[in-house]
């Protein structure tokens, strides 16, 4: 049999505006977050389905209320950084105060273990595998960052695509989960979620994914709260005091935001109806008792 995991890379839409556009982090404001996460666990339940939510530091900071909700329902818990940062961007010594810091927020508002981590932008490479290393001294049992194509702004082309557990040069273990990539005509292509569910046609989804089924793979599934947002997305709304951009900039942006989102909720709907989900804990747990472990060189500082 296999399985799909849903992953939700839990972050507001408002607050990285705000940094990345204006260098403002700022608290989440509107009732944004809280909205889309609660459509996001109403359609799971309704779906009888876990996901997993990969928890952003700075968001957790000041919604603690929306992530111990999360964890109640039953989903497992993630980390997803401090504070979105690429993670090549960083040095050695700051990956890991990101990184801890985020572990120490999440696990003080659940009083959970956490097992699991993706970083932003999927910004484990080929520069910066060592961060695998830092992972299990971290007490980490699996990483879910590593895109199998190379992508312009991530990815490592040819790396292996099936969940796997690796051998760091330390001698310590990690299972990695790869973001999905379907093969056509001889060519990988990214499908697993966010912006490519959003643009592909429905029909296509679920053919691509029955596809991932009959040829007995493991699929993982991304997606981001905004996406889920009944509500139209207007990016002024999250400008932040004084801040604002030209009428075309907005324009664009607001049409980037926005283009075939309301499509998101009835393909995951339909992907959660006819497929069976389970957490990138249950995955990860599966494929360290079964599999022989891969020796991954390269993971030095």
């Given amino acids: ?28 404001v509107g009732g944004a977050i809280e909205r889309q996460t609660k459509i996001m666990l109403d359609l799971l339940d309704q779906t009888n389905h876990k996901a997993t939510f990969f928890i952003l530091g700075m968001l957790a900071k000041y919604r603690p209320a929306l992530v111990k909700e999360i964890a109640a329902r039953g989903h497992e818990i993630a980390l997803h950084g401090q504070n979105h940062k690429a993670m090549f961007t960083l040095t050695p010594s700051q990956a890991k105060e990101d990184i801890s810091q985020n572990l120490d927020i999440v696990s003080n508002i659940t009083g959970q273990k956490i097992y699991g981590y993706r970083a932003p932008f999927f ?14 001294e971290l007490g980490l049992m699996y990483d879910s960052s590593i895109f199998p194509k190379k ?16 051998i760091l040069p330390d001698n310590s273990q990690i299972v990695e989960l790869p973001l999905t990539v379907a093969e056509y005509f001889n ?16 029909a296509l ?21 905004y996406e889920f ?31 075939f989102r309301n499509s998101i909720r009835g393909k995951i709907k339909s992907l959660l109806e006819q497929h069976q989900f389970i957490t990138c804990l249950q995955k990860a747990q599966y494929v360290k008792e079964n599999g022989n472990g891969t020796k991954l060189l390269g993971c030095q500082e």
Avoid: C
Avoid at 231 to 246: C, E, H, L, M, T
């Fill in 205 to 225: 989804v679920n053919k691509v994914f029955r596809d991932f089924s009959s040829r007995q793979k493991n699929s993982m599934i991304y997606m981001h709260p």
């Fill in 187 to 202: 060519k990988k292509w990214p499908v697993s979620g966010g912006g490519y569910i959003r643009l592909m046609p429905k």
């Fill in 123 to 136: 910004s484990i490479n080929e520069t910066n595998l060592y961060l695998l290393q830092l992972l299990t």
């Fill in 1 to 28: 049999m296999t399985y799909s995991t849903l992953s939700i890379d839990w972050e507001d839409f408002g607050q990285l505006l705000g940094m990345y556009h204006f260098k403002d982090i700022t608290e989440p």
């Fill in 229 to 259: 947002d009944t509500q139209f997305i207007d990016v002024r709304a999250n400008y932040p005091k004084g801040a604002s951009y030209s009428k075309f900039k907005t324009l664009s942006l607001n049409l980037r935001w926005n283009l």
């Fill in 151 to 166: 992508m312009p702004r991530y990815g490592i082309e040819g790396f292996n695509d099936k969940d796997a557990l690796y």
